[in-house]
């Protein structure tokens, strides 16, 4: 059983400019929140494959978590993977769909976010995790559209 949510957000910037600050992991440190660092595990332009480690604070501790690019069209949708396994959390799987549409002038980010593989008590919580993961990534979006419009 998965656990679904969805944020969407508006901006004037183009879907191009949207599709790059998503994917421009050197210039994350100037929007997204709690940041502590990332380590990218490969070189050259991100592309299906590319993967790093990103680490931040939140609850007061530090977590790093395992990210992988699953799919890329650009510049209308970009599918990362974190791999719970492989971080902090410790379990699960979690995938960002990023999908960017246009209309009168106006771009459109839908994230629909799904959190896979929870076991014991992690699963008896994981609705609550989806609204934490929820709020988390709406606090993302506003950040990076802030970013980009200046």
């Known amino acids: 059983m998965s656990i679904n949510f969805e944020v969407k957000r508006t901006t004037q910037v183009s879907k191009q400019q949207v599709y790059d600050g998503l994917l421009d992991l050197d210039a994350a440190n100037h929007w997204m929140q709690g940041l502590v660092g990332i380590e990218r595990l490969d070189d050259g332009p991100m592309q299906v494959g590319s993967q790093w480690k990103e680490s931040r604070k939140m ?9 992988e690019v699953v799919e890329l ?20 799987e979690f ?3 990023y999908i960017v549409t246009s209309s009168n002038n106006l771009m459109e ?9 929870l076991t014991g008590i992690t699963k008896l919580f ?8 929820k709020k988390a990534s709406a606090k993302d979006l ?3 559209i802030t970013y980009l419009e200046k």
């Open 73 to 92: 069209n650009e510049p209308d949708k970009i599918v990362l993977r974190c791999d719970g396994t492989k971080g902090t959390t410790g379990k699960g």
């Open 126 to 133: 994981g609705k609550m995790m989806a609204g934490i993961f």
């Open 109 to 117: 980010i839908t994230l629909n976010g799904e959190i896979k593989g």
């Open 142 to 144: 506003d950040a990076l």
């Open 59 to 67: 609850f007061g501790q530090v977590a790093t978590e395992h990210f």
């Open 95 to 97: 995938i960002f769909t």
